[in-house]
């Protein structure tokens, strides 16, 4: 079983920068495919960032260039850094790992 805790949201002004933590608890070295979605208020879930186990990492469109997406398998922690923020990057941020398993969320507010 795998279980998945975000944590590193908070309130930033336009232009800072937060970095996301995913605690990965289970079977980590098994894992394909993990990364972050975000649904921002009153929107679909969207594609933030994913990375596969042979090290292929991908990324939006729109956080291309400014988030960095890491995996630390001595910790079992995937992390989401996130630089140059913008108020539309405001939303509910989760982890998922292989499609099926999901984080609870965490908050990211960006004020202009």
């Known amino acids: 079983q795998v279980q998945l805790v975000e944590s590193g949201g908070g309130l930033v002004q336009a232009g800072g920068s937060l970095r996301l933590s995913c605690v990965v608890s289970?079977?980590?070295?098994?894992?394909?495919?993990m990364g972050w979605y975000r649904q921002p208020p009153g929107k679909q879930r969207e594609l933030v960032a994913t990375?596969?186990?042979?090290?292929?990492?991908n990324y939006a469109d729109s956080v291309r260039g400014r988030f960095t997406l890491s995996r630390d398998n001595v910790k079992n922690t995937v992390y989401l850094q996130m630089n140059s923020l913008k108020s539309e990057d405001t939303a509910v941020y989760y982890c998922?790992?292989?499609?099926?398993?999901w984080g609870q969320g965490t908050q990211v507010t960006v004020s202009s």
């Open positions: 289970g079977r980590f070295f098994s894992i394909e495919t």
């Open positions: 998922y790992a292989d499609g099926v398993h």
């Open positions: 990375h596969t186990r042979r090290g292929s990492t």
